[in-house]
């Protein structure tokens, strides 16, 4: 299955970059940097969650269209050391699931710039993987985590780990990566009630929380945008139980607007991608398990890397396609347009 096959235009650009400033970083017409590189490692997951793929799961990307160790790790250096990429974030699909996880992130961290790095999870088999990524040199872990209800933790993801992701955020915290984020999305009718136990959850563990409105990524193309618990809605269900202030830093690019609990030091972000779009200060740069690139993560274009770099591309050249797509960059994700239109690969095969 390649990107072809998904129904996803792969772009050889010819995009007009003459008004493009001489610089080597992932610069736009809008002026935006990319920085922040998120990386897809896998496309498969260990879980079924509800809001994310259907029960019998997806046809996965075979073996031989995953980037593998070398390339990934190519395509990571080049991003860090000629094209300004100072943050790297492993997702999924289970990143957990890549066999060579360990090695990738191990790489990246012994690169001479280096860079920040950080995982996102489901937590399934981090307590085994937390201590050898630290040690490899992962910085940080974000770990999804809808509900504190066993039965509806099932619910939600069609399998019964609860007890695995609690393990997953003890280990995660034991080894020393910080901060431990925990990321929820709260859904209609199922765990809406749950966003003040969540956050006392967080609180009283030393976990950062973060909620994320639902988003038009899924396969089945079920999203509605009525039925989703919008980032007001969230504050609103917080601000019964705890006194939320706006947190004095600049947000910057970061994604979540931040509220000190209780006067602090506790902190919970909004992440209102849908609602409270950030797209302005957007520095993001992704690139997908079988070595596509996408300068959003509501692209409905991929330009291929994949083949290039299999062809015998040098740098120069992988570097130049890398620069055209980040200069090519819509304004925004466009998800309140009339001609909107989501993507055809879901969120497991594009990356959190």
């Not at 096959?5 to 001489?22: F, H, K, M, W």
């Not at 280096?114 to 974000?142: C, E, K, M, W, Y």
């Not at 992701?165 to 901060?179: H, M, Q, R, S, Y």
């Not at 290039?308 to 740098?315: E, F």
């Amino acid at each position: 299955m390649t990107a072809v096959d998904l129904g996803i235009p792969v772009v050889r650009r010819t995009t007009d970059t003459s008004a493009r400033p001489d610089t080597p970083f992932l610069v736009d017409r809008f002026g935006r940097v990319a920085r922040d590189l998120r990386v897809s490692l896998i496309d498969k997951c260990n879980l079924r969650c509800t809001y994310c793929m259907p029960a019998e799961g997806l046809p996965w990307l075979k073996r031989a269209e995953l980037l593998d160790t070398e390339e990934m790790v190519r395509l990571i250096r080049i991003a860090v050391e000629q094209l300004g990429v100072t943050d790297v974030r492993f997702t999924g699909g289970e990143p957990l699931l890549r066999q060579d996880l360990v090695d990738i992130i191990a790489a990246t961290a012994q690169l001479p710039s280096g860079p920040r790095t950080s995982l996102t999870t489901n937590g399934i088999n981090l307590d085994r993987f937390a201590a050898p990524l630290a040690q490899a040199g992962l910085h940080r872990v974000n770990v999804s985590l809808d509900t504190l209800d066993r039965a509806t933790f099932r619910e939600l993801t069609r399998r019964d780990r609860f007890d695995d992701v609690l393990a997953g955020l003890d280990a995660a915290k034991a080894a020393g990566l910080k901060p431990v984020k925990v990321n929820a999305v709260l859904l209609r009718g199922v765990n809406d009630a749950e966003a003040c136990d969540l956050l006392r959850f967080c609180v009283e563990r030393g976990y950062q929380l973060r909620f994320i409105e639902q988003m038009p990524l899924d396969p089945q193309h079920g999203w509605d945008r009525a039925q989703m618990i919008t980032a007001d809605e969230i504050l609103d269900h917080l601000g019964r139980e705890f006194d939320l202030t706006p947190h004095g830093a600049e947000r910057g690019s970061a994604p979540a607007e931040r509220w000190l609990v209780d006067g602090g030091p506790a902190v919970v972000g909004v992440i209102g991608s849908v609602t409270r779009p950030f797209c302005a200060t957007c520095d993001r740069t992704r690139l997908t398990a079988d070595g596509q690139l996408r300068s959003c993560l509501f692209s409905t274009t991929e330009t291929d890397l994949r083949g290039p770099l299999r062809s015998g591309a040098d740098d120069a050249e992988l570097v130049r396609l890398w620069q055209e797509t980040m200069w090519a960059k819509a304004a925004g994700h466009g998800v309140d347009d009339e001609g909107f239109a989501q993507p055809s690969r879901p969120m497991s095969a594009i990356g959190g």
